[in-house]
């Protein structure tokens, strides 16, 4: 082990090198502006050299300059305050020399009017426990009452589904049966009286029997979201479900009920979601056909509108699946937010 007085020199010899170093240090920065000096000092000399050799410029040679010179002088520049030091002089500023911006065409669809309904549908993410759907008030027709009279797993969601409601039916707040508590109510009233966290709404396959409505149709459909986000909590989350498509003898009895005009009408119902702030589930796509959008005959019933227990299942589940991430949301698993490094 090393004694005191060898630390103590060690510690001494540090010093020293320190010191030599800060001193060559000073000495090189000496020498640098020395050089500095010496080199603007030869660039002035040979200016003061050619201002001798030209001479005294002549008395006429000057009057002429001056003649020469432009009548109207520069104005000076005013002061300008900063607010927080003595003013300052600056140059004023020709704003229209520079300043030649002109109007660009505008070229994104800002109002949303033509996007494809399944390019903008919530995508899956993780699956939500039952408890989530404790808190879910779905709103619609008739085809939506089925999450609440079959066996799905969400009986403790509130239900405001009615037999045969259109849009108009919940705008003009008409008192109707509800297809799954039967209790004869105004639909609104019942929404209101719910308080979900989540309202789900699905309407529209009976105002599309009606051929040519679809502008009615979705005028109708924003009023209610502005009435119902009138009278509920700001935080409710609003999802838009798809109108699902129908079996293919269907149209011959209801020409309004085409699959394609069931697809076009799900692509107004998806722009509307976007410009109203509200969330797009296309539950179109495990309940029907992709090629022709028409009922798979699994899940289809005699009047090939409806679903039987097995689609409603599946309807349920899809929606498990297709939720959009939240803080307070249980999953089944690992929380997607993990998964998805949100």
């Given at each position: 082990?090393s004694?005191?007085?060898t630390?103590r020199?060690e510690?001494?010899?540090?010093?020293?090198?320190r010191?030599?170093?800060?001193?060559?240090?000073?000495?090189?920065?000496?020498?640098?502006?020395?050089?500095?000096?010496?080199?603007m000092?030869?660039d002035?000399q040979?200016a003061e050299g050619?201002?001798?050799?030209?001479?005294?410029?002549s008395t006429?040679?000057?009057?002429?300059?001056?003649s020469?010179?432009?009548v109207e002088?520069?104005?000076?520049?005013e002061?300008?305050s900063?607010g927080?030091?003595?003013?300052r002089i600056?140059?004023?500023v020709?704003?229209?020399v520079?300043?030649?911006?002109?109007?660009?065409e505008q070229t994104i669809?800002?109002e949303?009017?033509?996007?494809?309904?399944?390019m903008?549908a919530v995508?899956?993410?993780?699956?939500?426990t039952?408890s989530?759907?404790d808190?879910?008030?779905?709103?619609g027709?008739?085809?939506?009452s089925g999450l609440g009279i079959y066996?799905?797993g969400?009986k403790?969601?509130?239900y405001?589904?009615?037999v045969s409601?259109g849009?108009q039916?919940f705008?003009?707040?008409v008192?109707?049966?509800n297809?799954?508590?039967?209790?004869t109510e105004?639909?609104m009233e019942?929404?209101?009286a719910?308080?979900p966290?989540?309202l789900y709404?699905l309407v529209?396959?009976?105002?599309?029997v009606?051929q040519g409505?679809?502008e009615?149709?979705?005028?109708?459909?924003?009023r209610?979201?502005d009435?119902?986000?009138?009278?509920?909590?700001?935080?409710?989350a609003?999802y838009?479900?798809?109108?699902?498509?129908?079996?293919?003898?269907?149209?011959?009895s209801?020409?309004?009920?085409d699959?394609?005009?069931?697809a076009?009408a799900?692509?107004l119902l998806?722009?509307?979601?976007?410009?109203k702030?509200?969330?797009?589930?296309?539950?179109?796509?495990?309940?029907?056909?992709?090629?022709?959008?028409?009922q798979?005959?699994?899940?289809a019933?005699?009047?090939?509108?409806?679903?039987?227990?097995a689609?409603y299942?599946?309807?349920a589940?899809?929606?498990?699946?297709?939720?959009?991430?939240?803080?307070r949301?249980?999953?089944?698993?690992?929380n997607p937010?993990?998964?998805?490094?949100a």
């Amino acid at each position: 082990m090393s004694d005191f007085y060898t630390y103590r020199n060690e510690v001494a010899g540090k010093k020293r090198k320190r010191s030599l170093m800060l001193a060559l240090l000073i000495v090189l920065a000496a020498a640098c502006a020395g050089v500095g000096w010496f080199w603007m000092q030869r660039d002035a000399q040979p200016a003061e050299g050619e201002a001798a050799a030209a001479g005294p410029i002549s008395t006429s040679e000057s009057t002429e300059a001056e003649s020469e010179a432009p009548v109207e002088a520069a104005a000076p520049a005013e002061p300008v305050s900063t607010g927080d030091g003595p003013a300052r002089i600056v140059q004023a500023v020709d704003t229209a020399v520079w300043d030649t911006s002109t109007a660009v065409e505008q070229t994104i669809d800002t109002e949303y009017l033509n996007t494809d309904h399944r390019m903008v549908a919530v995508p899956m993410l993780g699956t939500v426990t039952p408890s989530y759907f404790d808190t879910v008030t779905f709103a619609g027709d008739s085809i939506a009452s089925g999450l609440g009279i079959y066996d799905t797993g969400y009986k403790n969601a509130h239900y405001a589904t009615y037999v045969s409601a259109g849009v108009q039916t919940f705008v003009n707040n008409v008192s109707v049966k509800n297809a799954v508590t039967g209790a004869t109510e105004t639909p609104m009233e019942t929404i209101v009286a719910s308080q979900p966290d989540y309202l789900y709404i699905l309407v529209g396959t009976n105002n599309l029997v009606v051929q040519g409505s679809e502008e009615s149709f979705i005028a109708y459909y924003e009023r209610l979201i502005d009435m119902l986000r009138e009278q509920l909590n700001p935080g409710v989350a609003f999802y838009i479900q798809s109108i699902p498509g129908v079996q293919e003898d269907v149209v011959q009895s209801k020409p309004g009920l085409d699959n394609a005009r069931i697809a076009t009408a799900n692509d107004l119902l998806a722009n509307m979601a976007l410009r109203k702030g509200c969330y797009f589930v296309n539950v179109r796509e495990v309940l029907t056909n992709p090629a022709d959008g028409s009922q798979y005959d699994d899940y289809a019933t005699k009047d090939g509108v409806h679903f039987n227990a097995a689609g409603y299942q599946a309807w349920a589940d899809y929606l498990a699946t297709h939720t959009v991430w939240n803080r307070r949301s249980q999953y089944l698993g690992q929380n997607p937010y993990y998964i998805y490094g949100a």
